[in-house]
T-cell receptor, first 112, second 106 residues
Framework: NAGVMQNPRHLVRRRGQEARLRCSPMKGHSHVYWYRQLPEEGLKFMVYLQKENIIDESGMPKERFSAEFPKEGPSILRIQQVVRGDSAAYFC??????????FGPGTRLLVL | DAKTTQPTSMDCAEGRAANLPCNHSTISGNEYVYWYRQIHSQGPQYIIHGLKNNETNEMASLIITEDRKSSTLILPHATLRDTAVYYCIVRVADKLIFGTGTRLQV
């Protein structure tokens, strides 16, 4: 079985551009979670989604960040008007309902 | 904020057991303890989890104290490939609350 897939693995953006990060959950998993890891820090929860629903977005910055998990296709984390402070590793995890979360390899975002 | 406390770093000789402690004194009765590890900057890898009882799988053993205020992850025969940052996590609802972890050097 394929694991959680994320793309791109590396993304470079200039300040003010938009970043789109994609996550395909493991087969049979309908729950997706996004985490952010700043350099030399642990992962921080951002958002938890089920198909077509945002369940918990308590860790999402109030502006510029949004997430979706449509009925068809991958989950998308979108960052508008990126700033240098958005440079980080963004990890996606998936799980069946209320079970163990399995992580993808992450997307490294660098904002110039 | 993380609900766990772990030593910043530990060393272990190859072939020996690695015992990684974790304190979670404020854990609630229905909150699970999870262990993940992160090798270099890869995605966190699930190791094991438990609620009250000790658990064992092909990777490790998890010993949880009777009062559930602390636990120990045991890697029975550490190898160089086990060098990583190990995170002890209390799962709160559907969130994993990561701390800074223990950097294990084998």
């Amino acid at each position: 079985n394929a694991g959680v897939m994320q793309n791109p693995r590396h993304l470079v953006r200039r300040r003010g551009q938009e970043a789109r990060l994609r996550c395909s959950p493991m087969k049979g998993h309908s729950h997706v979670y996004w985490y952010r890891q700043l350099p030399e820090e642990g992962l921080k929860f951002m958002v938890y989604l089920q198909k077509e629903n945002i369940i918990d977005e308590s860790g999402m910055p109030k502006e510029r960040f949004s997430a979706e998990f449509p009925k068809e296709g991958p989950s998308i984390l979108r960052i508008q008007q990126v700033v240098r402070g958005d440079s980080a590793a963004y990890f996606c995890a998936s799980s069946p309902y209320q079970e163990t979360q399995y992580f993808g390899p992450g997307t490294r975002l660098l904002v110039l | 904020d993380a609900k766990t406390t772990q030593p910043t770093s530990m060393d272990c000789a190859e072939g020996r057991a690695a015992n990684l402690p974790c304190n979670h004194s404020t854990i609630s009765g229905n909150e699970y303890v999870y262990w993940y590890r992160q090798i270099h900057s890869q995605g966190p890898q699930y190791i094991i989890h438990g609620l009250k009882n000790n658990e064992t799988n092909e990777m490790a053993s998890l010993i949880i104290t009777e009062d559930r205020k602390s636990s120990t992850l045991i890697l029975p025969h550490a190898t160089l490939r086990d060098t990583a940052v190990y995170y002890c996590i209390v799962r709160v609802a559907d969130k994993l609350i990561f701390g800074t972890g223990t950097r294990l050097q084998v």
